[in-house]
């Protein structure tokens, strides 16, 4: 009886394990508190708005085109601490890069991180109904535009994923996609971000109509389709709304942002700090702190790492009286030389090599500094489109258009110079088209604009040494990324 | 304690005892010679009793039960509790380094209260390496380490191999168990109380370059790149020797009190202590500060009830300085320039302007303030029936409990123009402004950030035990268990602004007078993780010759999605005790054991919900000027996601020698499959945004293979001498046997600011190797360079000469090609030695650890021109011949500083860690003043260090995972101490 009463114990004993066991199967299924999980988002208004938000925010990678547009063409050299220092920017400087480059995978990357963001909320952009949807739609359309338009600038043929995050597994199976299709991708999200977008901003830091079809233009002249750009460019023109700001020294000020030239701006704020190990993770640009004057205790400038310092030529490309000259290129000994107490003022020259010249647009000001660390963020926005740009687009999609209107591009190329005090000019024909590009360079520099317009006008070769044609229109296509594809994809020529 | 607390100051510093010599070759003589000598062979006339039988009749606690050293079928490596509080270190794990093949303890920084890295039979994955550890029961956080004391440590078992199986899922880092010390029973209630205190000082300053010498390689360097030199005066004497400022002698001090004892039924322990330790550098800017208090009860509640209580309970309070990385105190000593004083004539510090990112260490010292306290209980109530005297039911309830509180004020403070980490607007410490909406701007003064976390754990278990003779050979023993575990944390912090005065008297968030609170923010986190397991081991033998046992445990995680959530792990291990063998006839070696393991085991150590895509990527843009948060999606998805699974083989052997000695000889094979990774993945997923992150995978193989020796001797001699040693070596190698698809190899840690990556994790190579170009000299003249085979771009004389990898005759900076494997981390050996020795009273003893082959890379250079160096750049290249491993120095652009084998050292090292004289008063003389006992000692850490590493200290662990191992930043060094110590018994 005894003997029973144990072997009863030790079932219930038993028959308990195997309860507490699969009894337990449901306090796994825990979930994360306070969180959204991608898969059931977008419920309300306010989702499509966040996820927007987080479109925009990559955006803010706007610092690495400033650097490779400027580095590779023939208008900065890398600078920097030393020749390993952001190496992949040296690697560019000298034509000497290849597949293996960090900076360019962080372009390849990054814009694919804006693009994907964007495919999210259009993937779901059925999900409810709300007024003002539209305009949602439209400014992720107008970002995944962006990215493409940065990314094919950069490479060439890219994969175009649209509407679509992409699974795990279904990388390998994608190709890349003939750059026309891409292109076409790109006018067709434009195109309906200009028919949906007004004019005006509601919130400061959102893309307009203005945007769109400035955007829309530049693509058209990447393309060479001049007549479309014309069209579309001079909408933005006729439209009356923009105009040249009157003091080009002070353009690029914080307190001269969001004036009547600014077309399409990257926005920025100095307020959060961050970490050099993840630029874009910042919410200030990286580029003025990286600009900066290395280790330099004077007036007016804040000091910074000496990155992107233009070159001689650059700074003899200008006429002596034009006042773009100084606000583009900092003669950084003459400047020192007129400051009262300059014997004092030290900076020092960077072992990644030295011009003399400092960026004048992108460069830490003192009263411009970020927090809490100012070598690193900047409050200081990047002028993706100013209407000076509109305008030198337009000139040129006029004299190069097969129906030329040489009168009409002159007259914008002098509005351009008349801002400056530069004297007008008179040209006409291959002379004219010569003298808007010369112009770009003249207005646009130190923005990221050069290598592209080079590329893009055919004059890279004669002004880049070491620029070989047939290669270096294009960059390669980060190795790694093809590895990780599959390896599958073509790499461009002769890389 | 004033009576007692007497300090010791002796002059270390001028009496270095460090020394250089060809490390490898010393400790490799040392290690042979001490094998040798205790040998078996050697025959030790005048012996009287050997120990060899007690050690095998030792009861171990192997999880969910204990066995018998001799029955046991596995590897393991045990520990008595005398022997860790013996060395007087303030960690347990530190007490541990040295102690058990097979166990590497690295010391990720000697800053007081500072964590150490224990490895198990080597690194086995890419993620959490740290071994499960288990306190009476009760699963703890090899990060809560800190809470222990080390005197309340009965004994330590360390499962190393396939037989740690019973923890299942989380059992592939090896195990390691901890009991407390708990009474006897039948015994008198017994009061002890034991103190050291003592003085602690760095057991090494660097050779760094005083103002003369200074001047001199400066002005030479700024003239080789055609700048104007900048020392008019190179006769500066000696100048600022920043580190005689840095480094300060600092206090240690350590009381404890105990009782214990029993009656028939009812055993207990009870305890408190207090330890005190402030750093050698920053005093108490990096201090640690621990009480602890300890109930163990165990009671016969009838016959068949046993209740057995434990609660331990700690209260801990830590401070540290920036350490360990590029910006730390140590960083910026060891570049500080000598020519600049430390204060002006005003008597502020100094700003070290030259180079923007180094800023004066003592002013960083001055205005670091930051506190942590944790208040910890953790504790089980256990409850078992006996329905027979074999059969028994335990269920118990473990728990722990911690809080800790942070808090970290940053005042408005300014080192000098453009230094990143002033947070004042200028020298005046004017705040900075922020434009909070458009057009309003506010000041932002001095900070307070105050975090309050808590963590909760719970963990029930059941288990029946049962055991079974069958007729007088046959043993069966089975034990079925089940565990539900729960883990759950919370937290809030907040930052608040403008604290009053600048001072940190109103460090407190209260305290705030940020306008409308607008710069105030907040921030929680909170996590749960759960675990359910079910596990069974059964256990055969025959006539006490033949064991074998196996175990099965079935672990559920939350951790994992529903795809994958449950795990087996099995493991079968057997022994044979060959001396039981009526053919064995060898009576000078009476015990002779060979064992045999295979199992399973896994790791889940992963961050939770990692198989579900979450939306808490960062996704933050500027509009109207005013950050604003959207969202973006964080981790990408993998709804498959699994555990680690480590298989391990292990092959073992036990002799015991009539003369004392014991030799425990084991091979093991660890096989580490399904790594938890989150590599790379190709860019169109998307993932390379802010706070977006590749998914989790599991890809990647690791193997570990190695020999352990655990040797030990022990006698008495009749002449009333008694000595143990003990000798422990490892061997190990560890080699990546696979990466996951498409990836050529996991980049590690960088190498100087915004440099190369140095460390990786490749299939082939060592996990956390280092990869750079081979020097092979300096180029000698231009000549050289101009007929040399191998060009090297921008090369001239006096320059590094890098050897061409891949044959293409060019030296390849843009891509990998002409990179190899140049060191890695891992030592090929690790040995530890513990002698002791008494005669009459007195005791001596002895804890001695090496490290062999491993390599550290030297990354606490500033590589700028202004910068000061090491006392080796001295013999720099001057001209042709001078030198052929030294390059020139030269303000001009070059690629000597890019990552190769000039800035890789050995770092293999013999340290003695311990060395104590202790005087134990004869128990009738104690009895005559009122004592049952009393010991007094003199002891001393860290008081001989044999290297050729020029840093502050070759045992360093790791400092980002595991592949950080082996980089130097200006490590935090472990201090050498002079402790003197007493322990009375009442």
Not at chain 1, 85 to 101: F, K, R
Not at chain 1, 376 to 389: E, F, G, H, K, Q
Not at chain 1, 437 to 457: A, K, Q
Not at chain 2, 501 to 526: E, P
Request: hydrophobic fraction near 35%; aromatic fraction near 12%; charged fraction near 20%.
């Amino acid at each position: 009886m005894r003997k029973f009463g144990i072997y009863k114990k030790g079932l219930a004993v038993i028959m308990a394990f195997a309860l507490t066991n699969f009894g337990c199967q449901k306090f796994l299924d825990v979930n994360p508190l306070y969180t959204q999980d991608a898969e059931n988002f977008f419920e309300t208004p306010v989702d499509y708005q966040r996820a927007l938000t987080g479109v925009y925010d990559l955006l803010q990678s706007s610092f690495i085109t400033v650097w490779i547009g400027e580095i590779a063409s023939d208008n900065s050299i890398a600078g920097g601490e030393s020749v390993t220092d952001t190496e992949g920017l040296h690697e560019i400087d000298e034509m000497g890069h290849d597949a293996v480059n960090q900076e360019l995978r962080n372009v390849f990357r990054w814009n694919y991180a804006g693009i994907t963001r964007a495919n999210y909320l259009l993937e779901n952009q059925n999900k409810i109904d709300f007024d003002g949807k539209d305009k949602i739609i439209a400014q992720a359309r107008f970002l995944r535009a962006y990215f493409y338009f940065e990314l094919v600038k950069y490479f060439g043929d890219v994969p175009l994923i649209v509407d679509k995050r992409l699974g795990a597994d279904e990388v390998t199976t994608v190709d890349r996609t003939p750059k026309a299709q891409v292109y076409a991708q790109i006018e067709s999200d434009l195109k309906y971000a200009a028919d949906i977008l007004g004019w005006d901003a509601a919130i400061k830091g959102e893309v307009t109509k203005g945007a769109s079809l400035s955007l829309l233009g530049k693509v058209y002249l990447y393309q060479d389709k001049f007549d479309k750009a014309a069209d579309v460019l001079d909408q933005v023109i006729n439209q009356g709304r923009y105009a040249l700001f009157n003091d080009y020294k002070s353009l690029f000020f914080v307190a001269n942002e969001n004036n009547a030239e600014t077309v399409f701006d990257v926005e920025y704020s100095g307020a959060e700090g961050g970490s050099y190990g993840c630029l874009i993770c910042l919410e200030g640009n990286a580029a003025p702190g990286f600009h900066g004057i290395r280790q330099y205790n004077g007036p007016v400038y804040g000091d910074g790492n000496s990155y992107n310092l233009p070159t001689q030529n650059l700074y003899d490309a200008f006429d002596a009286t034009d006042i773009r000259r100084d606000a583009t290129c900092l003669d950084i000994d003459a400047f020192i030389a007129k400051q009262p107490n300059s014997g004092n003022i030290k900076y020092a020259k960077g072992a990644g090599g030295h011009s003399g010249f400092y960026n004048n647009k992108y460069i830490k000001r003192q009263g411009e500094i970020g927090l809490p660390d100012n070598d690193l963020t900047s409050p200081v926005n990047y002028r993706v489109i100013r209407y000076a740009d509109v305008l030198l687009m337009s000139a040129e999609a006029h004299a190069r258009s097969n129906s030329p209107d040489y009168s009409k591009a002159l007259g914008y190329l002098n509005q351009v110079r008349n801002r400056v005090n530069m004297p007008a000019l008179s040209s006409t024909g291959n002379q004219l088209i010569e003298d808007i590009w010369n112009e770009r360079r003249l207005e646009l520099s130190g923005e990221g604009h050069r290598f592209f317009d080079l590329v893009r006008t055919g004059k890279a070769a004669d002004a880049i040494s070491g620029f070989v044609v047939g290669k270096h229109e294009l960059f390669p296509i980060p190795r790694v990324e093809i590895d990780l594809a599959g390896g599958t994809w073509k790499q461009n020529n002769n890389y | 304690m004033k009576g007692v607390g007497f300090y010791l100051l002796l002059k270390l510093q001028k009496a270095n005892l460090e020394m250089k010599l060809n490390s490898s070759k010393i400790i490799l003589g040392v290690t042979l010679a001490s094998i040798a000598f205790f040998l078996p062979k050697v025959s030790l006339a005048q012996t009287e009793s050997s120990d060899t039988a007690e050690k095998i009749d030792e009861v171990v606690v192997v999880g969910y039960g204990t066995a018998k050293k001799k029955e046991f079928t596995g590897a393991n490596s045990a520990l008595k509790g005398e022997s860790l509080e013996k060395l007087n270190l303030p960690r347990l794990d530190q007490a541990l380094q040295g102690q058990i093949a097979g166990v590497t303890i690295n010391t990720n920084s000697g800053s007081p209260g500072g964590g150490s890295s224990i490895r198990i039979r080597g690194l086995s994955t890419f993620g959490d390496n740290d071994p499960l550890i288990i306190v009476d029961g009760v699963i703890y956080d090899s990060e809560g380490l800190n809470a222990l004391n080390p005197n309340d440590i009965a004994s330590v078992n360390v499962l190393k191999d396939a037989t740690a199986g019973i923890y299942g899922v989380r059992a592939a880092n090896g195990v390691i168990i901890i009991e407390t010390k708990k009474g006897k029973k039948n015994q008198k209630p017994q009061i002890e109380i034991s103190g050291y205190s003592g003085m602690q000082q760095t057991a090494r300053k660097m050779d760094l370059l005083n103002a003369t010498e200074y001047a001199v390689l400066k002005n030479e360097m700024f003239a080789n790149g055609g700048q104007s030199m900048p020392f008019n005066n190179t006769l500066l004497g000696t100048g600022t020797s920043w580190q005689d400022s840095v480094f300060q002698t600092a206090p240690i001090q350590n009381y404890n009190i105990s009782l214990q004892g029993g009656t028939d039924r009812t055993t207990y322990s009870i305890g408190g202590s207090y330890f005190k330790q402030d750093g050698i550098v920053g005093l108490d800017k990096a201090s640690f500060e621990r009480w602890n208090g300890r109930v163990n009860l165990n009671t016969s509640l009838s016959p068949k009830w046993r209740l057995n209580s434990v609660l331990l309970y700690t209260h801990e309070q830590r401070s540290a300085l920036p350490e360990n990385g590029i910006g730390s105190v140590l960083y910026n000593t060891i570049n500080a320039f000598p020519t600049d004083p430390i204060r002006d004539d005003q008597g502020n510090y100094t700003y070290l302007e030259e180079v923007a990112d180094i800023i004066n260490p003592l002013a960083q010292m001055a205005n670091s303030y930051n506190w942590s306290k944790v208040y910890k209980f953790v504790g089980k109530e256990e409850l078992s029936y006996s329905f027979m005297d074999n059969l028994t039911f335990t269920n118990r309830l473990n728990y722990n409990l911690a809080w800790v509180n942070d808090k970290t004020f940053s005042p408005l403070v300014w080192y000098g123009p453009g230094k990143a980490q002033n947070t004042a607007l200028n020298e005046n410490l004017d705040p900075t402004l922020v434009e909070i909406a458009p057009g309003v701007e506010i000041e932002r003064g001095a900070a307070v950030y105050e975090g309050r976390s808590s963590f909760f754990d719970v963990n029930f278990e059941s288990f029946v035990n049962y055991e079974k003779k069958i007729g007088v050979l046959h043993n069966v023993k089975a034990m079925l268990g089940t565990s539900i575990f729960s883990r759950d944390g919370e937290n809030l912090s907040g930052t608040a602004y403008n604290i009053p005065n600048n001072s940190v008297d109103y460090a407190d968030i209260s305290a705030n007078l940020a306008q409308g609170g607008y710069l105030n923010n907040t921030g929680s986190w909170q996590f749960q993780e759960r675990l359910v397991s079910l596990f069974l081991r059964t256990e055969y033998s025959y006539a006490n010759k033949y064991f074998l046992s196996a175990i099965v445990r079935r672990d559920g995680s939350s951790k994992f999605g529903p795809n994958s959530r449950y795990g087996t792990f099995p493991s079968i291990s057997g022994s044979w005790v060959i001396n039981e063998e009526k053919f064995y006839t060898y009576s000078s070696l009476p015990y002779l054991k060979m064992r045999l393991s295979y199992g399973v085991s896994g790791n889940d150590q992963i961050q939770n919900f990692a198989y579900r895509g979450l939306l808490n990527g960062e996704g933050v843009y500027v509009f109207n000027d005013i950050i604003t948060s959207g969202v973006a999606i964080g981790r990408a998805a993998n709804p498959d996601l699994k555990w680690e699974t480590t298989g391990q083989l292990n092959w073992g052997l036990d002799f015991g020698w009539k003369n004392g000695v014991n030799l425990t000889m084991n091979y093991f094979r660890k096989s580490t499959k399904d790594l938890l990774f989150q590599p790379d993945v190709s860019g169109l997923l998307g993932t390379a945004g802010a706070g977006s992150y590749p998914p989790i995978i599991n890809a990647g193989n690791v193997l570990n293979q190695g020999i352990e020796l655990e040797a030990s001797y022990s006698k008495r001699f009749r002449n009333g001498f008694y000595t143990t040693v003990a000798l422990n070596g490892t061997w190990l190698t560890n080699v990546v046997q696979k990466v996951p698809e498409g990836v050529d190899f996991i980049p590690g840690a960088g190498f100087g600011v915004g440099g190369n990556v140095a460390t990786r994790f490749q299939e082939g190579f060592p996990i956390g190797y280092f990869v750079g170009y081979r020097t092979a000299g300096v180029w000698q003249t231009q000549e050289e360079i101009d007929n040399s085979p191998v060009k090297q771009a921008g090369a001239k004389p006096g320059d590094l000469k890098y050897t061409d990898i891949n044959g293409d005759g060019v030296i390849n900076f843009s891509d990998d090609s002409d990179k190899e494997m140049i060191g890695s981390p891992i030592p090929d050996f690790t040995f530890g030695f513990n002698f002791n020795i008494s005669y009459k009273g007195f005791d001596l003893s002895a804890n001695m650890f090496a490290a062999i082959g491993q390599e550290i890379i030297r990354n606490y250079e500033r590589q700028q021109p202004y910068a000061n160096m090491l006392t080796s750049k001295i013999e720099r290249w001057t001209g042709p011949n001078s030198t052929n491993s030294n390059p020139r120095l030269t303000t001009e652009l070059t690629r000597n500083t890019v990552f190769s084998d000039f800035y890789v050292e050995d770092g293999s090292f013999l340290r003695l860690r311990n060395l104590q004289v202790g005087y134990t008063l004869n128990p009738l003389t104690a009895k005559k003043i009122g004592l049952t006992g009393l010991r007094i000692y003199v002891a001393a850490n860290n008081l001989l260090t044999i290297t050729n590493y020029q840093g502050f200290d070759p045992d360093i662990g790791s400092f980002g995972g595991a592949l950080g191992a082996g980089v130097d930043y200006g490590f935090y060094p472990q201090a050498r101490n002079i402790m003197l110590g007493f322990s009375i018994k009442l």
